[in-house]
T-cell receptor
């Protein structure tokens, strides 16, 4: 899951298993959420988004779940592959020009 | 293919120098952003621009300056007033500032020597 600090949380999963990455967002007024994937030395890539009027959204091998009651967001990756190894972070959009990025979780896939 | 191009990929700055990081997009996006990324921390907003000839300070604008003379371009200058400039700098764009995902560039790693 997410935490504030200098050391990224790390999640290690076996290739082929499912991964769940968690994010606690900060503002109950946030109405749009995005998950990004960042590989080492590269810019973040958009993975999937969800609006606050939904609690679940599925993409290809990824699912995002939103629990507004506890301000929690999760990213599920099915059948995790070595290419999924990266830092994943969530972003919340709570006003027209305010986006907050979490510090990220480092996912390591064990072949 | 549309996208954002940042250059250079690596940049070295001497003490007291100003350096400019380039960011160009061909996505026809109105909004552009500059973020700073330090190890183990979330992205921190330096400046953003919603439209040509307009830009706003972000959370950590001190020691930085920007311009937005063209829709496609949003260069960032790291001035000598920025006391700790060593970081990974990311440029991003979006259709607008409201509720749209960002497209990021590949970043510029700036190191003070």
């Amino acid at each position: 899951g997410e935490s504030v600090g200098l050391h990224l949380p790390t999640l290690s999963v076996q290739e082929g298993d499912n991964s769940i990455i968690n994010c606690a967002y900060s503002n109950s007024a946030s109405d749009y959420f995005i998950w990004y994937k960042q590989e080492s030395g590269k810019g973040p890539q958009f993975i999937i988004d969800i609006r606050s009027n939904m609690d679940k959204r599925q993409g290809q091998r990824v699912t995002v779940l939103l629990n507004k009651t506890v301000k929690h967001l999760s990213l599920q990756i099915a059948a995790t592959q070595p290419g999924d190894s990266a830092v994943y972070f969530c972003a919340e959009n709570y006003s027209y020009d305010k986006v907050i990025f979490g510090p990220g979780t480092s996912l390591s896939v064990i072949p | 293919d549309g996208g954002i191009t940042q250059s250079p990929k690596y940049l070295f700055r001497k003490e007291g120098q100003n350096v400019t990081l380039s960011c160009e997009q061909n996505l026809n996006h109105d909004a552009m952003y500059w973020y700073r990324q330090d190890p183990g921390q979330g992205l921190r907003l330096i400046y953003y621009s919603q439209i040509v000839n307009d830009f706003q300070k972000g959370d950590i604008a001190e020691g930085y300056s920007v311009s937005r003379e063209k829709k496609e371009s949003f260069p960032l200058t790291v001035t000598s007033a920025q006391k700790n400039p060593t970081a990974f700098y990311l440029c991003a764009s979006s259709i607008s500032t409201q509720n749209y995902g960002y497209t990021f560039g590949s970043g510029t790693r700036l190191t003070v020597v």
